[in-house]
């Protein structure tokens, strides 16, 4: 651990918890740089290093410029040359969330934040949870091109099966589900696609079935005065899930059964209980699940 590392870290630690990690971070790139050899006319660790501070050595990673503007008037050069500097809430004194939802709203960061999943360039997965969470934040504003452009991202990430970043799959995925209303439908249909191999537990087809029933859910909820129309246009994503429940218990797979009953359950619909209650017709009963 470098020499005062424990010390930066519990004066911040007192003050603003939240910036623990960001500083732990930065501190540790700071000291992953290599540091020559103590010259001769240095007396001691503490004499060298405060004449390497002095020149700036501390900031040797990633530069600090001084920005006057909101992110979103930036040029989408800078945002792309600065990425890793504005991601880590260098320019802001918001905390990290907030700094992170500006920063998504450039069309440029949320670009090259893709592009560096694909590549590998972002390996810390609380970093892409944060940054993706928030580009996911901006549906709720419900604008259609905005719109059409984020859920293009999301579900390109989830469905890149070699990301070097796996968690950023569902970091993706779940970055969907969204408090507010926004234009669910498209997104949902494209799911269907995505979770047609569902049925594995745990899989990501099934993760994509899981946020599909949510999903529709919250957009009959969103749109309640269209409940009865919506309802027949998600027809066959329902019909669809209920005939695999039966599927699978009338083949003895108690397991996958569970998993489209939980997913049943995320949409919650009335017309679900028809196909719930065949599947307590067969024998034997399915064993009591945990």
């Given at each position: 651990?470098?020499?005062?590392?424990?010390?930066?870290?519990?004066?911040?630690?007192?003050?603003?918890p939240s910036m623990v990690t960001h500083v732990t971070s930065r501190l540790e790139l700071v000291m992953s740089e290599p540091?020559?050899?103590?010259?001769?006319?240095?007396?001691?660790?503490?004499?060298?290093?405060?004449?390497?501070?002095?020149?700036?050595?501390?900031?040797?990673?990633?530069?600090?410029?001084?920005?006057?503007?909101?992110?979103?008037?930036?040029?989408?050069?800078?945002?792309?040359?600065?990425?890793?500097?504005?991601?880590?809430?260098?320019?802001?004194?918001?905390?990290?969330?907030?700094?992170?939802?500006?920063?998504?709203?450039?069309?440029?960061?949320?670009?090259?934040?893709?592009?560096?999943?694909?590549?590998?360039?972002?390996?810390?997965?609380?970093?892409?949870g944060r940054l993706v969470g928030m580009m996911g934040a901006h549906l709720m504003k419900d604008e259609e091109e905005l719109?059409?452009?984020?859920?293009?991202?999301?579900?390109?990430?989830?469905?890149?099966?070699?990301?070097?970043?796996?968690?950023?799959?569902?970091?993706?995925?779940?970055?969907?589900?969204?408090?507010?209303?926004?234009?669910?439908?498209?997104?949902?249909?494209?799911?269907?696609?995505?979770?047609?191999?569902?049925?594995?537990?745990?899989?990501?087809?099934?993760?994509?079935?899981?946020?599909?029933?949510?999903?529709?859910?919250?957009?009959?909820?969103?749109?309640?005065?269209?409940?009865?129309?919506?309802?027949?246009?998600?027809?066959?994503?329902?019909?669809?899930?209920?005939?695999q429940l039966l599927q699978a218990v009338q083949e003895g797979q108690w397991d996958n059964a569970n998993m489209f009953l939980?997913?049943?359950?995320?949409?919650?619909?009335?017309?679900?209980?028809?196909?719930?209650?065949?599947?307590?017709?067969?024998?034997?009963?399915?064993?009591?699940?945990?």
């Amino acid at each position: 651990m470098p020499f005062n590392e424990h010390i930066c870290v519990a004066q911040i630690r007192s003050d603003d918890p939240s910036m623990v990690t960001h500083v732990t971070s930065r501190l540790e790139l700071v000291m992953s740089e290599p540091v020559d050899a103590l010259p001769p006319q240095h007396t001691s660790s503490k004499a060298f290093v405060k004449s390497h501070l002095q020149t700036g050595w501390q900031h040797a990673k990633y530069p600090k410029p001084k920005l006057q503007h909101e992110i979103p008037s930036y040029s989408s050069d800078f945002v792309r040359n600065n990425f890793m500097f504005l991601a880590e809430g260098g320019n802001s004194s918001h905390m990290l969330e907030t700094s992170a939802f500006l920063m998504m709203e450039h069309p440029a960061a949320r670009h090259e934040l893709v592009h560096r999943l694909k590549t590998g360039k972002i390996t810390n997965w609380k970093l892409s949870g944060r940054l993706v969470g928030m580009m996911g934040a901006h549906l709720m504003k419900d604008e259609e091109e905005l719109n059409d452009e984020i859920t293009s991202h999301l579900l390109d990430l989830f469905a890149e099966d070699t990301l070097p970043l796996p968690m950023a799959r569902e970091q993706a995925l779940i970055a969907l589900l969204q408090p507010g209303c926004y234009a669910h439908m498209p997104t949902i249909k494209k799911l269907q696609a995505m979770s047609s191999g569902a049925g594995e537990p745990g899989s990501y087809e099934t993760l994509a079935l899981h946020v599909m029933h949510g999903m529709l859910r919250h957009h009959i909820h969103c749109n309640s005065d269209k409940r009865e129309l919506l309802l027949k246009e998600a027809n066959d994503f329902i019909r669809s899930t209920e005939e695999q429940l039966l599927q699978a218990v009338q083949e003895g797979q108690w397991d996958n059964a569970n998993m489209f009953l939980v997913a049943l359950l995320n949409s919650g619909f009335a017309c679900h209980a028809s196909s719930i209650a065949q599947t307590l017709e067969y024998s034997p009963p399915p064993p009591i699940l945990p």
